[in-house]
């Protein structure tokens, strides 16, 4: 399932328990919907007359704005956004009609973990000719999100129902520019998704140069953060974390956005101006700062196999 996190606005309480939208509707209606993994609640953003809030086992996952794909309202996913057009400017896609690893118009990304389809909206609005597939657990949920926020139809746009290291395993190598992993189960991404042995499928799904983004939510002691960031190191030659000063210093609960790639990220002073510019300011850590940030933290592997009988 997708992140289930910290919230982007307020809204008010839900108008009553539904089964689906009314007869007729083409779009979102507040309420509680029962869904395959529990039940999600979509609550209108008082702050925002075109924005929805989703809820997920009653815990806050997502933002759509309908009027416009290109606003996220959560910091986060503003960071993510950002790490991936410093990499592939949009106006360099379109312009060159070319996307990353020589796949022409065409910049391929996956995510792990669907919610409301925030980010895949949104790079579907930054680069039109995008190819993208999002795995969600819970395919009802899938359906209602599809039915509710009118995202972009298949090819553009896939929502395959399954669990996200499964489908990883299966897809064919070289086929994504950019894969995001933002899968919570509770505060914490599942262990399955964050070891070593994981990884190594993440790096045979990238394509050359591509870029492997994760959403790491810790508490303030961040042991989860230095175990990602450690198994992130050893599985790519280059590294990198964005989060706020309060997050890196470990003074709150929150998240940091971790990078590997097989190539440099590189010095962008318009990302740094970009993060430095948002609601919640936010610093890079190079490779140096994050191999030393994780230094000594031992690398997450996958349980050793049952002994055969």
């Not at 933002?63 to 794909?69: G, K, R, S, T, V």
């Not at 503003?78 to 379109?94: N, Q, T």
């Not at 298949?154 to 489908?167: D, F, K, M, Q, Y």
């Not at 990302?271 to 031992?298: E, K």
Request: hydrophobic share 40%.
């Amino acid at each position: 399932m997708a992140k289930r996190g910290k919230p982007g606005g307020r809204g008010r309480a839900a108008a009553g328990v539904v089964e689906g939208p009314g007869p007729g509707s083409k779009g979102p209606v507040e309420g509680v919907y029962y869904v395959d993994t529990g039940d999600c609640e979509l609550i209108a953003d008082q702050d925002n007359s075109s924005g929805w809030l989703l809820k997920i086992n009653g815990v806050m996952s997502s933002h759509i704005d309908l009027a416009d794909p290109l606003f996220l309202d959560f910091e986060y996913m503003r960071w993510i956004a950002a790490l991936i057009e410093s990499r592939w400017p949009p106006s360099d896609v379109s312009s060159a009609r070319g996307g990353a690893a020589d796949n022409p118009g065409k910049l391929r990304g996956l995510h792990l973990g669907g919610g409301a389809c925030s980010l895949a909206r949104y790079f579907a609005a930054a680069y039109p000719d995008a190819r993208q597939v999002v795995v969600e657990l819970d395919g009802k949920l899938a359906g209602y999100v599809r039915g509710w926020f009118d995202l972009p139809k298949a090819p553009l746009l896939r929502i395959r129902v399954g669990e996200a290291r499964e489908v990883t395993e299966t897809l064919t190598a070289d086929t994504r520019d950019f894969l995001i992993r933002d899968v919570f189960a509770g505060a914490f991404t599942p262990r399955p998704l964050t070891t070593a042995e994981f990884n190594q499928h993440v790096r045979r799904v990238l394509a050359p140069g591509g870029m492997y983004v994760v959403n790491s939510g810790d508490a303030p002691d961040l042991k989860n953060a230095r175990e990602d960031a450690a198994t992130i190191a050893a599985s790519f030659k280059h590294t990198l974390i964005i989060a706020d000063p309060a997050m890196l210093k470990g003074r709150r609960y929150g998240n940091m956005v971790m990078a590997g790639s097989d190539v440099p990220f590189g010095d962008d002073p318009k990302l740094a101006r970009r993060l430095l510019g948002g609601a919640v300011p936010a610093h890079i850590w190079d490779d140096a700062q994050v191999r030393a940030f994780a230094a000594g933290i031992p690398v997450r592997h996958d349980p050793p196999a049952p002994p055969e009988d």
